[in-house]
């Protein structure tokens, strides 16, 4: 156990304060959790004073210590670039054919930094500020103020290595506001923004693999975690093409493997985004952090049918002059929009959130389309008896400032946009529905982005830290380049500097046992021989995450669905269908066991939303509302993280909290009213 | 609408290889050409039947893994991705071919699943910019003209797909090497290794077995992000002077 956790007394199961504790049966409660790393003092001061806390590694000694990155997206991809460079021996991992196509490339807004070059009052501090407040305050404020103020190196960073960012007639970088923020802070190439930083990325991951200090894996995916005496000491992976099982050891094990949305399996995730790197970490030892935790973005475009693989994002710009609105009458809901008078609809944002109208926060902005939609007054196709839709109207804007002002403006995203539905955006009405986007859940990390295992380091969307409740835009991609470049270099330096470690062989106890359970699952996938397909499974957990842990959950819909994934758990271990061999290509055989760790997450997922009995970011608890139905924290009982433990499967999990105290911010409820 | 689906179906790298049939019933308009695929996919593993091999990931037209040559085109009929690409482009009672990318240089894994590791191996011969983390100058220290910046981003929107390769007659790489070359020359940060990289991406590229260009034009009009062509003049103008100046 490493020394973050403190011996304290844990509480007495099922009591929360006096309270009736919704999740009391589903775990055990466990020790609270500190984070021993974050340095005391002014916030301002922190990161620099860990830094040169943290001890050194001379360079002869780098090359003999060697680091083992699960995942090449912003994070992954920075990290190794950065380790290798600094003479570390790395290895990095990734499922896709090419580091390039990691789904940090989907990024479409941009990336937020504190350089203040439009003197609009913007500051490390105000962004650090509006981050934890964005957060909901269920995010750490040291690591917080840290993002903040390593977001200006991340520009330089990039600029120098030939991102080619939006600019000013003098050459100088454009900023934009974004995400309802009041500065402008937003560095931005287009709507192509998360690609071109990766590219960046993958092109100093490339040229460090052609320096031979870092050696790529593609095709490869992470199956287990190897823990050897206590630490984190290496992986067992499978080649994707040859299905050869591998055994990589090293000194640290790096997981930048993202998230894990496709647990909902429609997602604006990539299709092979999977959580089992994580999982089998989680499972081995690892604390999984608030993972009830899950952005979901108001403007994606809508459901068309059954058959539908994952879900498309658009902008959320779009909502800057595009106007909301449903039938009022259900009885219009199939009507031609343009043949509903202007009584008969229902601008309901600007009704109901007169101040901020369309451009109330993402969360607000979703739960207010799921509830319109609930009540039937939804649009577009019914899709299994429900239409969710909400028109994204621009007749107004079209007709204020011209149909060439507005394609100027959005032009990319309404070609896009046509082609996806084949409706013309100009003429009708936009449909959008809210979707899944991104987790701020993840491995629970410490100041210096250590897991509970030693020696297992976790960055970027995997971790949990940085986010809170809620993700603003153009913080993702800002999280992922300050861990990758700027933060894990120092903090895993401190670590490796108790190198050399002691050499572990391939017939070490713990390697053997990692390498015979991977070995065993894929046997046991391939000879189930069953009725049903994975996808099949995949699609019944979605339908479940969904419906009740989605952007509204209650007791009764959280303890229903956590009954139905453990009937979906033991039906998929004794009736799913998987063909072919593991010596070739094998698809089914890689979602196999994807979606058996889905499963498992997604239970933890409803408990932890079970235990969490206040609304707070998207996170909406039928029984946490004020008066109007708005979210409503509860500081006194809730402010803290919930750090799972795993206990074993059909145990409870233990839950660890680790209390979230701010110094430099005082803790206010939201109005958007 | 009904299909009949040509397929490419080869079990790995070296067995042969064949095209087989399949039908396909109550295809939506609306899906997308992968969804359609996946679809099949659910029918052939209900009959026992190994389910086609394909490449894709972000479904969104951006990361550059899906890539099919459909009735000889890569990518299918319009300019865009195959997860793109949507089944209203095509008519009820139609016979599709699907294949891999043709190109010695990207050797199929399985099915529709080709090799496309030479085109990183070109990206590690050169197309970078060497700079060391921690070590940059402050971004507004080197300003860049707008146009050179709106230009560079145009043509460093490339995805990586490996259309460009798979449309040409000659398989070669030359659009997407001229991409990289052109994006990064037209910044101030380029310049100091512009010669020695594209001196160095073009070797490589011979090396992996990609094709000469002859200006023939088709892989511009299959690139779904519409690289334009004049980025292979430059590639080529980049070559001649890198080589007067003795590389």
């Known amino acids: 156990m490493p020394d973050t956790v403190t011996a304290a007394e844990a509480s007495p199961s099922g009591s929360l304060d006096g309270d009736y504790d919704d999740a009391a049966g589903y775990y055990t409660p466990g020790t609270p959790l500190v984070d021993g790393k974050a340095p005391e003092g002014p916030i301002a001061d922190r990161w620099q004073n860990r830094k040169f806390e943290a001890r050194l590694v001379n360079p002869a000694n780098r090359r003999k210590l060697s680091i083992i990155i699960v995942g090449t997206g912003l994070a992954g991809a920075s990290a190794a670039a950065t380790l290798g460079e600094a003479g570390y021996n790395v290895k990095t991992f990734c499922y896709q054919d090419s580091p390039r196509r990691a789904h940090s490339i989907a990024a479409q807004g941009g990336i937020n930094a504190a350089k203040n070059y439009k003197e609009d009052g913007d500051s490390v501090h105000r962004l650090f500020y509006d981050t934890v407040k964005g957060g909901d305050y269920r995010s750490r404020e040291s690591n917080v103020y840290r993002l903040a103020e390593v977001s200006t190196n991340i520009i330089d960073q990039c600029v120098a290595q030939g991102v080619p960012f939006a600019r000013e007639y003098g050459g100088l970088l454009d900023n934009r506001s974004f995400g309802g923020v009041q500065v402008s802070r937003t560095f931005y190439a287009r709507g192509q923004t998360g690609q071109q930083l990766l590219i960046g990325a993958y092109q100093a991951l490339e040229r460090q693999i052609a320096a031979g200090t870092v050696s790529m894996f593609t095709r490869h995916e992470m199956l287990e975690l190897i823990v050897a005496d206590g630490k984190a000491r290496g992986i067992i992976a499978r080649d994707m093409v040859t299905g050869e099982v591998q055994t990589h050891l090293a000194d640290v094990v790096v997981l930048a493997s993202g998230g894990y949305g496709n647990v909902f399996y429609l997602s604006t995730n990539a299709m092979g985004s999977n959580v089992t790197a994580a999982w089998r970490a989680h499972r081995k030892g690892a604390y999984m952090a608030n993972p009830c935790y899950t952005q979901i973005h108001p403007t994606c475009i809508p459901v068309s049918g059954s058959h539908q693989s994952k879900l498309t994002l658009m902008s959320e710009s779009l909502r800057n002059d595009g106007r909301i609105w449903v039938p009022k009458n259900q009885a219009d809901c199939d009507k031609d929009p343009r043949d509903i008078a202007e009584e008969d609809r229902d601008y309901y944002l600007e009704r109901i959130y007169p101040s901020f109208g369309n451009l109330v926060p993402r969360d607000i902005a979703s739960r207010a389309a799921k509830n319109v939609c609930d009540e039937g007054r939804g649009v577009g196709p019914e899709v299994d008896g429900v239409r969710r839709g909400v028109y994204l109207d621009f007749a107004d804007a079209i007709e204020r400032l011209g149909r060439d002002a507005v394609a100027n403006k959005y032009g990319n995203l309404f070609d896009m946009y046509a082609r996806i539905t084949g409706e013309d955006p100009y003429s009708v009405p936009m449909r ?27 960055t970027g969307e995997a971790n949990f830290s940085d986010h809170g409740a809620n993700r603003l835009g153009a913080s993702a991609l800002m999280q992922g380049l300050a861990d990758g470049y700027f933060v894990l270099p120092h903090t895993i330096r401190d670590y490796l500097a108790d190198g050399p470690f002691e050499a572990i062989g391939e017939d070490h106890p713990a390697v053997v046992e990692a390498r015979t359970s991977v070995t065993e699952r894929i046997e046991h996938f391939l000879t189930v021989n069953g009725t049903r397909s994975v996808d ?105 993280v919930s750090a799972w433990e795993w206990a074993g499967l059909d145990e409870r999990p233990v839950l660890h909290k680790e209390d979230l105290s701010y110094t430099a911010i005082e803790m206010k409820q939201r109005s958007y009213k | 609408m009904n299909l009949t689906l040509k397929i490419w179906r080869q079990p790995d790298a070296v067995s042969a290889g064949a095209m087989h049939t399949y039908q396909l019933a109550d295809v939506s308009p609306d899906m997308s050409f992968l969804e359609m695929l996946d679809v099949l996919n659910e029918q052939l593993n209900d009959q026992g039947e190994d389910p086609i091999a394909f490449d894709s990931d972000c479904r969104e037209g951006i990361c550059g893994m899906c890539g099919l040559m459909i009735n000889g085109d890569a990518h299918g009929p319009e300019v865009t991705t195959t997860c793109q690409l949507h089944m209203r482009s095509f008519t009820d009672g139609e016979t599709i071919t699907i294949e891999p990318w043709r190109s010695d240089a990207f050797p199929v894994i399985k099915d529709l699943v080709v090799d496309r590791g030479a085109f990183d191996r070109i990206i590690q011969a050169g197309g970078y ?81 990609f094709g000469g260009c002859t200006n023939i034009g088709a892989c511009t009009a299959a690139c779904p992000k519409e690289i334009p062509l004049d980025v292979i003049s430059q590639l080529n103008k980049d070559l001649r002077i890198a080589i007067k100046h003795g590389h």
Not at chain 1, 445 to 456: E, F
Request: with cysteine; glycine share 10%; charged share 25%.
């Open chain 1, 432 to 458: 959008i529905y809210p979707a899944v986007h991104y987790v701020m859940g993840g491995l629970w990390v410490d100041y210096d982005l250590q897991s509970t295992i030693p020696g297992l380091f976790v």
């Open chain 1, 536 to 640: 099949s499974y995949h699609r019944e957990l979605g339908n479940i995450m969904w419906e009740y842990c989605g952007m509204e959950r209650t007791e009764t819909g959280l303890k229903k669905a956590i009954d139905l994934i453990r009937g979906l758990r033991d039906d998929f271990y004794r009736n799913v269908k998987v063909l072919g061999t593991n010596e070739s290509l094998n698809q089914s055989l890689e979602k196999a066991g994807r979606v058996a760790d889905f499963i498992e997450l997604g239970e933890l997922m409803c408990i932890d939303a079970l235990n969490r009995r206040e609304s707070c970011g998207g996170h909406f608890r039928g029984e946490s509302q004020t008066e109007d139905g708005e979210a409503l924290r509860h500081d006194d009982e809730f402010a803290y």
């Open chain 2, 129 to 209: 910019v060497s700079v060391n983390t921690g070590s940059a100058p402050e971004a507004h220290s080197v300003p860049v003209p707008k146009d050179d910046a709106d230009r560079a981003f145009n043509v460093a929107t490339c995805i990586g797909c490996g259309a460009c390769v798979a449309a040409c007659p000659n398989g070669s790489a030359s659009l997407f090497m001229g991409a990289k070359v052109t994006h990064l020359g037209l910044l101030p940060q380029g310049q100091p290794e512009r010669d020695e990289r594209v001196v160095n991406m073009v070797a490589q590229h011979d090396h992996e077995g």
